[in-house]
């Protein structure tokens, strides 16, 4: 599916107007995001940043040792609507 076409054709706005409110959607998602900050999006879902420390693991080619550096990953709850709607 094509996003920006699905949200002109459901909110009859041209797909460059609706380029435009997609990008600033996702670059407010994000820009929360890099500042630890949650996205609650209600009835959809929650995004949130949680940080992996680091680790040790394994090679699953060679068996041998290998460091896992800390990061940061995204999390995402979906919200009771959207669970309902996909069930």
């Known amino acids: ?4 076409a ?5 909110t009859d706005i041209s797909k460059a107007k609706a380029a435009e409110v997609v990008d600033a959607v996702f670059g407010a ?10 996205v609650r999006l209600v009835g959809f879902g929650t995004f ?12 699953p ?6 460091d896992i550096p800390a990061s940061t990953s995204i999390r995402f709850k979906p919200g009771k609507t959207l669970k309902d709607a996909v069930n």
């Open 61 to 66: 080619r060679t068996g041998a040792e290998i």
């Open 1 to 4: 599916m094509d996003l920006i």
């Open 48 to 59: 949130a940043t949680t940080e992996r420390e680091a680790s040790k693991g394994r090679n």
């Open 29 to 38: 998602i994000e820009k929360s995001l890099k500042q630890k900050l949650e």
């Open 6 to 10: 699905a949200v002109a054709e459901e």
